[in-house]
C-alpha cells in the first residue's frame, strides 16, 4: 500500500501538470510547453516565501498565485499572441521554459531546495502503508481541481464559450465570444493554479531547476494517455503514470522506469489513439 499512496501522490504531480496543459489547449489549441516550468517557478517561491521569508502560508499562496499568474499572461501577450496562427507558437513557449529554467537557476542555484509543508513531515499509517500528509494533500488536490474545473465548463457561461471556442474558434467567434480575452484567461488561470499548487507540489519534490523539464515530460505523457482536451482523463492519466513509475522502479528498477512508461502508452494508443478519454472530432469540409 506504501507503493500505491506514493505513486498517487506521485502521479498527482503529474496530473496536475496535464490539467494546466489542457486548460490552455482547450481554450487556444496551443500546447504550453512552459506550464511545467510555471509549476517549477511556484514551488521556488513557496521555498522563497516559507523558508526565507518566513510568511504565514496564505501570504505564500498568494505570492506565489499572482506572481506566476503574471508570468503566464506575459507569456500569452508576448509569445503567444504575436506569433498565433503560426508554428512559431510552440517554438517560443519552449523558449519561454528556457528563460524560466535559466532565471530560476540563476536566482536559486541549482541545489535542491526543501519547501517546509505545514503539517512537519511525520509519516502516517493509512489502511496499511506509510504516508505522508502532504502526499495525502497532494492527491486531494489534484481531484478537487479537476472535478472543479470539469463542474465550471459545463455549468457557466464562460466555460460553455470556452467549450465551443475548442469545438470551432472561428464559429465561437460569430457568435460574439471575445476568443482573445479567453485565451489571455485561460493563460491566467492555468498561471494562477500553478503557483497556487506550489507550496503543496514543493514539499514531495523539492524546489530544483531540473523539475520543469521532468515534469513537462510526464505531464504530456500523462496528457496523452488520458486524451487532448479532458480534464478528468489527463488526472486518471497522471495516477496511472505515477503507479506505473512507483511499481516499474520497485520491481524493475529505475533504468527502466521510462521504458516502462512509454511502453505502456504506445499500448494504449495503438488501441485509442485519442487516449482513454479524448474524443475525436469529424468535420464535414
Known sequence: ??????????????????????IVFTASGTFNFAHAQLLMLGTFLAYWGLAVLEWPAVAVFLLASVIVGAVAVAEERFAIRTVRGTEAQLVTTVGVATLINGSSQLIWGSQP????????????????????PVELVLIAVAIVVAAGLVYYS?????????????????????????????????FAVSGLLAGAVGPVVGPKTFAVATLGSALALKGFVALALG????????????????????YAARYLGSTYVNLTIFGVLLLILLARPAGLFGRPLERMV
Open 154 to 186: 459545463r455549468h457557466s457561461m464562460v466555460g460553455l464559450a470556452v467549450l465551443a471556442m475548442a469545438e470551432d474558434r472561428e464559429a465561437a467567434q460569430l457568435r460574439g465570444v471575445n476568443v482573445r480575452m479567453l485565451t489571455l484567461g485561460a
Open 227 to 246: 486524451g487532448f482536451g479532458s480534464i478528468g482523463g489527463g488526472v486518471v492519466g497522471g495516477f496511472a503514470i505515477g503507479l506505473i513509475e512507483q
Open 113 to 132: 531546495l526543501t519547501v517546509p509543508f505545514l503539517s512537519g513531515g511525520r509519516a502516517w499509517t493509512l489502511l496499511g502503508g506509510r504516508v505522508l
Open 1 to 22: 500500500m506504501t507503493l500505491i499512496w506514493g505513486g498517487l501522490s506521485l502521479g498527482a504531480v503529474y496530473a496536475l501538470v496535464a490539467v494546466g496543459y489542457n
